[in-house]
């Protein structure tokens, strides 16, 4: 049974920094993109940010390059969002997700974790 478990949300100030993380069972790891999505109140779950199976080349979307830095270690099967920078508007849950394929669409992701949530206060 394939699982992603989330944590390192919470409540932070404008500014602040919060470090994911996501750990992965049940599946090879190696094998999988890994991506990071969120998802605020009423809207649909956005790309973030990936890295592809050796970790060499991410990815991010352009609302939080030069902030978050996406990394991956295929040893621990885990990946991690480190988060700096954080505006208010970075306010969601968090999602990470498993891909098999390459992509930045959360409907082509293969499984998800159960999210952690990330409130940025002004």
């Known amino acids: 049974q394939v699982q992603l478990v989330e944590s390192g949300g919470g409540l932070v100030q404008a500014g602040g920094s919060l470090r994911l993380s996501c750990a992965a069972s049940?599946?090879?790891?190696?094998?999988?993109?890994m991506g990071w999505f969120r998802q605020a109140p009423g809207k649909e779950r956005e790309f973030v940010a990936v890295?592809?199976?050796?970790?060499?080349?991410?990815y991010y979307t352009d609302s939080v390059k030069g902030r978050f830095t996406i990394s991956r270690d295929n040893a621990k099967n885990t990946v991690w969002l480190q988060m700096n920078s954080l505006k208010p508007e970075d306010t969601a849950v968090y999602y990470c997700?498993?891909?098999?394929?390459?992509?930045?669409?959360?409907?082509?992701?293969?499984?998800w974790g159960q999210g952690t949530q990330v409130t940025v206060s002004s």
């Open positions: 049940g599946l090879t790891f190696s094998n999988y993109l």
């Open positions: 997700g498993a891909s098999s394929g390459y992509s930045t669409v959360a409907r082509d992701y293969d499984y």
């Open positions: 890295i592809r199976r050796s970790g060499g080349t991410t």
